[in-house]
């Protein structure tokens, strides 16, 4: 069978309502000629164009606690355990949070996110924080979002009771990968928290982080994995090598591999909202604008956490050009 056959008959089983077992999936991954590539994005096109959210999903984060994390993964310029001058402090400022989601939220972006470093967030922390998003979501202007870390059932809860109804938590990577990248915490300690906050209630966001060495059918396998926790936001971050990091001379990933990364996670997850995160100011506004129209409905807009990403009002164009609502 020629890729162009492939990738058709992998289209119309997703365009007939059904799901793509791996095979099928790696089988896509393992494309490799110019016309079974572009025979893929043009694809991915038409099921973006079926399933998923026509409406553009905003969502903007502010680095509520920054720097000396105990854990090690390879990529992030937060780690104490690398020399990078990230800036450090333990929680940002009540007043700062609120001001922050006031401003996003006059700028019509949809929701706000506090993002902390760290494995976790405890005691005295998560109530300030679980007050600034209560206050937040009292005000009624935006949704809130929340990344702190490996929680458990009690810190779950309490973010739950704040009015923060989905909780963002990357599995970063494949599981055949993931070791290589991080040995502090596991994957299964992420899908533990994962599994402890649907059962509480909570929408779940996760995806990874691509260009970080591993290959396309990884990524296959990551979007595979995520399959199983069932988000209904998939972050797709690609990779900013910060100096000091293990990471810090790392090819970046071609603008190709991006796109068919896309295509790849749009034939895995067709109705899913595909988010662009870290790393996507360093691509051409073509290539920006395809990714939409193969798969990406959904950006992390505003500062990086410790990157600069672009500006709402420069997004919204790209976004009408692309063919969403916002």
């Not at 016309?35 to 399933?51: C, F, V």
């Not at 009690?154 to 973010?159: A, P, S």
């Not at 100011?281 to 959904?298: D, F, H, S, T």
Request: net charge negative.
């Amino acid at each position: 069978m020629s890729e162009t056959e492939i990738v058709r008959k992998a289209l119309d089983k997703v365009l007939g309502g059904a799901q793509l077992d791996a095979a099928e999936i790696y089988a896509l991954a393992d494309i490799d000629t110019e016309d079974g590539k572009e025979a893929l994005l043009d694809a991915a096109e038409k099921i973006t164009a079926r399933y998923a959210p026509r409406r553009f999903d905003s969502c903007t984060i502010i680095n509520a606690r920054s720097g000396k994390c105990p854990e090690n993964c390879k990529w992030c310029a937060q780690s104490a355990h690398f020399s990078t001058g990230c800036d450090s402090y333990d929680i940002v400022a009540h007043d700062e949070a609120l001001a922050s989601a006031r401003y996003n939220a006059d700028h019509g972006i949809m929701r706000f996110s506090l993002v902390a470093s760290g494995r976790t967030t405890r005691g005295k922390t998560i109530d300030a924080m679980c007050g600034m998003l209560d206050e937040i979501f009292r005000e009624g202007r935006i949704s809130t979002c929340a990344s702190l870390g490996l929680l458990g059932r009690e810190e779950l809860q309490k973010l739950y009771d704040s009015g923060t109804h989905r909780y963002h938590c990357n599995l970063e990577t494949a599981p055949s990968y993931f070791a290589s990248l991080c040995t502090t915490h596991t994957m299964d300690d992420k899908i533990r928290t994962i599994m402890t906050a649907k059962e509480i209630g909570f929408e779940v966001c996760s995806g990874g982080i691509i260009g970080m060495g591993e290959t396309r059918r990884q990524r296959a396998e990551l979007a595979l994995k995520l399959r199983e926790i069932e988000p209904v936001s998939i972050p797709i971050n690609i990779l900013s090598p910060i100096k000091g990091t293990p990471l810090q001379d790392t090819p970046p990933i071609s603008d190709e591999e991006i796109l068919i990364t896309v295509a790849i996670f749009r034939f895995a997850h067709p109705a899913v909202t595909l988010r662009f995160a870290g790393g996507r100011a360093r691509l051409p506004r073509e290539v920006q604008l395809r990714a939409m129209k193969v798969g990406i409905n959904g950006a992390i807009v505003g500062d990086l956490l410790t990157t600069i990403g672009s500006t709402w009002a420069e997004d919204k164009v790209l976004v009408r050009d692309a063919g969403y609502e916002f």
